[in-house]
């Protein structure tokens, strides 16, 4: 028999590309960047640590400027807070107008943005039951749920800022209302951001029926 010429191998077929992922990514305390295929979101607003007064600052700014650029971003698109308290809150407004997003929060923390220059229309207020879609790949279902030491006066009680408070003691407001926030990113999963909770039946003076 004749010899026959060897076939040369098939050409390695490349893998498909993996579907673009939800990618999170902690920046201290309950602050946390999301990047989706189509949004960028910051989950919070506490970069500032002023050495005075109860304020944001140009150096806490700066900071959350700086870890952004490290991690590629250079706009942010929402920023989600879940309550008003200053480890939470304390740069919502200053945060928003330096990255160009819209922020998303209780009254108290839109007062907070408000006192901080931030447009009224730039803060968008929710409360129990909101479902919403702040992006195309992105939809936020909203519930009250208690802050934790809900009986304790000053931290878990429920107390509402009425009015725009001074720029420089936003870091004293109270924590406005707790939102725990469900995200879902569609084919790519679910999360639910919730950054402090307490007993669901305890009464912290809100009349909200937690459970």
């Known amino acids: 028999a004749g010899c026959r010429r060897?076939?040369?191998p098939s050409a390695p077929t490349a893998p498909a590309a993996p579907e673009p992922a939800?990618?999170?990514?902690?920046?201290?305390?309950?602050?946390?960047?999301?990047?989706?295929?189509?949004?960028?979101?910051?989950?919070?607003?506490?970069?500032?640590?002023?050495?005075?007064?109860?304020?944001?600052t140009p150096e806490g700014i700066e900071t959350l400027l700086t870890v952004l650029d490290h991690?590629?971003?250079?706009?942010?698109?929402?920023?989600?807070?879940?309550?008003?308290?200053?480890?939470h809150a304390l740069d919502a407004g200053t945060a928003a107008i330096a990255t160009g997003a819209q922020l998303w929060g209780s009254p108290t923390t839109c007062l907070i943005a408000d006192a901080q220059g931030l447009p009224a229309e730039r803060c968008t207020v929710l409360t129990q039951g909101d479902a919403l879609s702040p992006s195309e790949d992105i939809g936020l279902r909203v519930a009250r749920t208690p802050h934790w030491w809900p009986t304790v006066s000053g931290i878990g009680t429920h107390e509402e800022l009425d009015d725009k408070?001074?720029?420089?003691?936003?870091?004293?407001?109270?924590?406005?209302?707790?939102?725990?926030?469900?995200?879902?990113f569609g084919p790519h999963g679910t999360a639910v951001f919730q950054?402090?909770?307490g007993p669901l039946d305890a009464d912290d003076g809100s009349g909200e029926d937690y459970p």
């Open 6 to 8: 060897a076939r040369p």
């Open 22 to 56: 939800v990618e999170f990514t902690w920046m201290g305390i309950t602050n946390w960047l999301v990047q989706t295929p189509h949004s960028t979101v910051l989950l919070d607003a506490y970069f500032s640590r002023p050495l005075e007064g109860n304020a944001s």
């Open 71 to 87: 991690a590629g971003v250079t706009a942010i698109d929402h920023i989600f807070v879940g309550h008003s308290h200053f480890d």
């Open 165 to 184: 408070p001074a720029e420089a003691g936003v870091g004293d407001a109270p924590h406005g209302g707790v939102l725990t926030m469900h995200l879902d």
């Open 195 to 197: 950054n402090t909770l």
